[in-house]
């Protein structure tokens, strides 16, 4: 008798690389923000499982069966209060956290590590529109690859060092900032400038053609110290994604799930308590003695 295999065809990254000669990159999960309801449902043919698919799966198999094999009312309770925002924050808790942090850190840096991610959904661009945010394309943090073409200069590039700066700019970069990290001498000639915008640095910066040239060969060197810099701010959001996610499912979601339980059993008990009789009046002496 034969038996048919049921195994699921398995695409080899290596046999299957691209004529680049680099290997086919997939992970666990992909894709943005579903723009339709339907997307929820599609199953990529090289099986790689978006996280909304995955969410809604989890909800649908793992909750549901909980949900009804759960013995009380009491036990459905915990099942949503415990499981839903496990889920929620093991599925999402990195990238959005991560995400989050790092554009804090950008911000605050100076130092570009964000790039243009999926295209916003529909609701996605309301949600922006109602924070007066106008940005279509999502913000995620940038691979290693990305950064080191940002912070090395090559001087082959078309547009020159000019060029260079401006798609440094263009991705959220300070200029003085980022500069300022390529060397001690480099920053102390750049304290000097009175430059509140990177419009107004590259103008000074070209009244000081030797400064510029220390500059130029600075960013030419494939491990400068800014680019150095931008990878460790890009490193720290991951570990701050990680960190925050793990305390929320390995301690916040228990302890919150025990709180809710144990204020709920208080007011059973507190309800479930008899009531005192009221103690008959006194009798009056006139009436012992009657």
Known sequence: MRINNA??????????????????K?????????KNLKDLFVLERKGNMTRYLFTLNAFVFLLGGRVLKSRDKD????????DVPTIL?????????????AKIFQKNSGFAILQDGAEKSKFGKWVGNLFNNKETHAKSVASYDQLEDWFVYDSKLKSGFDGFMDRLG??????????????????????????ANNAEFLTELKGNAKLKSDIMNA??????????????L????????????????????????????????????????????VAAPAETEAVKNA
Do not use: Y
């Open 7 to 24: 195994t699921p065809l398995i695409t080899n990254n290596i046999n299957n690389a691209n004529n680049t000669g680099k290997a086919n």
């Open 170 to 195: 263009n991705q959220g970069g300070d200029f003085k900032k980022t500069c300022s990290h390529l060397s001690k001498e480099i920053k102390a000639e750049l304290s000097k400038f009175k430059s």
């Open 89 to 101: 924050i093991a599925v999402f808790g990195v990238p959005v956290i991560k995400d989050w942090a």
């Open 75 to 82: 036990e459905k309770r915990e099942t949503m209060t415990r």
């Open 234 to 277: 890009k490193t720290i959001p991951t570990l701050i994604g990680f960190g925050i996610t793990l305390f929320s499912i390995g301690i916040f979601v228990p302890k919150l799930n025990i709180a809710i339980t144990e204020s709920i059993n208080k007011k059973k008990k507190v309800e479930a308590k008899p009531v005192n009789p």
């Open 219 to 232: 960013f030419a060197n494939p491990k400068n110290k800014a680019l150095e810099q931008a990878k460790w």
């Open 26 to 34: 997939n992970v666990a999960f992909s894709g943005g923000m579903p």
